[in-house]
RNA sequence: CGGGGAGUGGCUCAGCCUGGUAGAGCACCUGGUUCGGGACCAGGGGGUCGGAGGUUCAAAUCCUCUCUCCCCGACCA
């Protein structure tokens, strides 16, 4: 019998005796140099289901090969199961993550479950909504599942944080979180349970959450070049509650669900919410007769486009009115009551419901139904204007007056002679021009950014990609410190409440990402950081004994020099064996065929399909090279 | 929540329209021949046809209800 038979892993027999005796510390599963025999990794006695077909309801390149692949197991919408490739990449993502985190904060592991109360204080029990998993225990109290732990954190920083002195903090932790998502979607992409890296940092003063943020960004960014990941760093919406900064890390793919606006000259970037341009001067139509608004007949031209048809101009030159009702709450009684608002924007222009929402200080809005707007315009919807608005609201210090919010987009400030809705059925008026005729509440940036319009820094042409958000920082601000009731004394014994940061990191997402980025009709291949193993080792044919003494020695010497290997000792033909190598991620294969005649064998770079020849005893050296600059 | 689609062996699917008691390919098990890109031959195991109710002599198939999954939209610090 050849030596590599004897050499097998133990039983389950024996595995219980080993792991009740002294040894238990020697049998690690980890990537440990100082591995023994026991712990090699031989794909015939692990479980690593590849698939020859995906599954028919994967849509997506990471869903389908996730699961091909044997990393992902689904368990309902939303809700997957890790099986041991995907556990191993997973594991090292978060040593990764761990790793970088250290060096700026502090590891703590909270509680996913969550008391009502906390989720009370913060306010965010009502604000959630259905995302926020709700349950009851046996007493009748309400509980939640953590989404993100803003609560926990600022209770403990609450109960505990006394002195200046004690400042600043990052504290993070590594933990499932969960969302009641409306639609769980792409595999791994949107899911309902989910591992994320949180952390939050707890200042004396806003320049100290500068460092605080600072330090994460940095730290992000070596977390994602070491798990060879190409992102792009964003400038991102922080909230409409007190937050000033805030960046996204995201990953362009068409699978993604983010728009990313970008600069193709200089390094301008921001997510739709936040991205701004500048626009192309737009030629103002003359005045007609006397320059004052004036009606036309418009009999049937409801949308902007009819309308610009038929006059014969621009969708530039008409104002968009959009008919919304905003829920407020009552200042003296404290109920919720509605109120109307109305939006203009340029014809051609799309409303950013997170712009208007950040104008709206936070407070949500709906369009108006058909009888609202009949109340507030007295006339059918295709024909709204601003003309005519009965006591439209002012502005007093940022704070909005009684009456209609009347919003209008920074675009139409300083336009003339425009078109817009006469609030009459079948008429337009003509030669309206804001400040004039109408007077908004407030002018606010409330349009989306279109491709092709120009960068705000550089004015070159932006571009419009989707992405997927792997990151994301921000500058809390006083939000749950506030709320909560955090305060401790600074230098001078007087009371102030720190000043807060959170940030995130979705670790199926960093998988996720990494395999819609690396992928080809057969698979696709990680970083030697992130995958499962660094190097398969493929004999072409386990029944040959000098092919596999060869393979189990080129094995031991690789993982003698630090290398996470599998050894395929599959007794399958080559073919087999070469898909599955090919489908599940390893970087390098190397191939001990029929060259070892010759003293020689193949390592293939997955991505390239490079192949190299190296003689036996040069292998774990070249291979050392091949990932080093990955390490 | 609105719209669309799908549930049949582990996977991909056919059968349903026109009711007669379930099939293919892959995977799996046994034996044999093979062995550098998902082999071949022979034999074999495995299915409450998502669930409940109804119609019928008889239901995967027709009817009603229901559950689940997927896609589009709404939604999403």
Redesign the pocket.
């Known amino acids: 019998m050849s030596n590599w038979v004897i050499e097998k892993r133990p039983r389950l027999s024996q595995l219980t005796t080993l792991l009740s005796g002294p040894r238990l510390e020697s049998f690690t599963m980890t990537n440990s140099p100082t591995r023994n025999e026991f712990s090699m990794h031989r794909w015939s006695e692990l479980f690593i289901?590849?698939?020859?077909?995906?599954?028919?309801?994967?849509?997506?390149a990471s869903?389908k090969f996730l699961v091909?692949a044997g990393y992902i197991r689904?368990l309902?919408?939303?809700?997957y199961s890790y099986l041991f490739l995907g556990n191993r990449s997973f594991n090292k993502i978060i040593g990764i993550v761990r790793e970088e985190m250290d060096k700026i904060g502090q590891e703590f592991y909270l509680p996913a479950l969550h008391p009502r109360e906390l989720w009370e204080a913060s306010g965010?029990w009502s604000?959630?909504?259905?995302?926020l998993f709700r349950l009851k225990d046996r007493k009748g109290a309400d509980l939640c599942l953590g989404?993100?732990?803003?609560e926990v954190m600022t209770d403990i920083a609450r109960k505990e944080l006394r002195s200046y002195k004690q400042l600043p903090q990052i504290w993070y932790q590594i933990q499932s979180?969960f969302?009641d998502?409306?639609?769980?979607?792409?595999?791994l992409l949107?899911v309902r349970q989910f591992m994320?890296k949180?952390s939050y940092s707890f200042d004396i003063d806003a320049a100290g959450l500068d460092v605080s943020y600072q330090k994460h960004y940095d730290a992000y960014r070596r977390i994602f070049d070491r798990c060879g990941l190409k992102y792009m760093i964003v400038e991102a919406?922080s909230?409409?509650m007190g937050g000033s900064e805030?960046h996204e890390f995201v990953v362009c793919t068409p699978a993604g669900?983010d728009l990313i606006v970008s600069c193709e000259k200089c390094n301008y970037a921001a997510n739709m919410e936040k991205a701004t341009s500048r626009l192309a001067a737009v030629e103002d139509l003359a005045p007609e007769r006397d320059g004052k608004p004036l009606e036309v007949h418009t009999p049937g031209q409801k949308t902007i486009e009819d309308v610009a048809r038929f006059l014969g101009v621009s969708p530039k030159n008409k104002i968009k009115t959009l008919a919304l009702i905003v829920n407020e709450v009552d200042t003296k009684t404290g109920k919720p009551k509605a109120r109307d608002l109305v939006v203009l924007l340029r014809g051609d222009h799309q409303l950013n419901?997170?712009k208007l929402s950040t104008a709206l200080a936070g407070k949500?809005s709906?369009p108006m139904q058909e009888d609202e707007i009949k109340q507030v315009f007295h006339s059918p919807a295709g024909f709204l204007g601003p003309l005519g608005l009965s006591n439209v609201a002012k502005t007093k210090n940022g704070v909005f007056g009684e009456g209609v919010i009347l919003l209008v987009d920074k675009a139409l400030e300083g336009r003339a002679n425009l078109i817009s809705g006469a609030n009459k059925a079948d008429y337009h008026l003509k030669n309206v021009t804001p400040g004039r005729d109408f007077e908004p509440t407030e002018y606010a940036d409330l349009r989306s950014v279109n491709g092709g319009e120009e960068c705000p820094n550089c004015g070159a042409p932006l571009r419009i990609d989707t992405a997927v958000e792997i990151g994301?920082i921000?500058k809390l601000g006083y939000k749950y410190s506030e709320s909560m009731g955090a305060r401790v004394l600074d230098r001078n014994g007087k009371e102030v409440t720190p000043i807060m940061g959170?940030?995130?990191i979705g670790i199926e997402r960093i998988l996720t990402a990494a395999v819609e980025q690396n992928n080809d009709e057969?698979?696709f291949w990680l970083s030697p950081t992130v995958a499962p193993f660094e190097i398969v080792v493929t004999p072409?044919?386990v029944?040959?004994e000098k092919l596999m003494s060869t393979a189990l020695k080129i094995a031991r010497q690789l993982e003698k020099a630090g290398i996470d290997v599998l050894l395929d000792d599959r007794?399958?033909?080559?073919?087999?064996?070469?898909?599955?190598?090919?489908?599940v991620g390893i970087p390098f294969?190397v191939?001990?065929?029929?060259?070892?005649t010759e003293g020689t064998?193949?390592i293939?770079q997955r991505s390239t399909?490079e192949?190299h020849d190296a003689s036996i005893d040069a292998v774990a050296e070249y291979c050392q090279k091949l990932l080093r600059p990955a390490r």
């Open positions: 289901p590849t698939l020859r077909e995906a599954p028919a309801d994967a849509e997506v869903h091909r689904q309902a919408a939303g809700i965010r604000v959630m909504g259905d995302a989404m993100t732990e803003e979180k969302r998502e409306p639609r769980p979607k792409a595999g949107r994320m949180d919406l909230g409409a805030s669900e419901e997170a949500e709906r994301h921000f959170s940030y995130g057969n698979g072409t044919n029944k040959d007794d399958e033909r080559p073919g087999v064996k070469f898909k599955d190598a090919d489908l294969r191939t001990v065929g029929k060259k070892v064998v193949e293939v399909r192949i």
